[in-house]
């Protein structure tokens, strides 16, 4: 993977503030100052590789692979605790939707 400007809580935050939806962003026409270009798209990524991990999903080097990449792509542990609370949601959520 390419190497990428690590996010913080700042980013998080304008990025829950959205639930995510990167369209519903842009259509405000106003960047925040705390999202950088990459940032979406590095908080997605990370959000999309973490899901698999959390559920139990992928080989012990995709984890690996992963953790790697959370490590570098962040700046502390309370930025990776936030992404890890995104992904538990998400998953306590698509297991709702299959339950109903």
Do not use: C
Not at 18 to 26: I, N
Not at 39 to 68: H, K, M, P
Request: hydrophobic share 35%; glycine share 4%.
């Amino acid at each position: 993977m390419m190497p990428r400007r690590p996010v913080s809580t700042k980013q998080i935050d304008v990025y829950t503030q959205f639930d995510g939806d990167v369209d519903m962003y842009q259509r405000r026409r106003v960047v925040h100052p705390d999202m950088f270009a990459e940032a979406w798209s590095t908080i997605a990524d990370l959000r999309q590789r973490l899901g698999s991990v959390v559920a139990g999903i992928g080989s012990e080097r995709y984890r690996q692979s992963v953790n790697a990449d959370l490590l570098a792509w962040t700046v502390d542990d309370e930025t990776r605790e936030r992404l890890y609370e995104i992904v538990r949601k998400d998953l306590r959520t698509n297991q709702h939707h299959r339950d109903v």
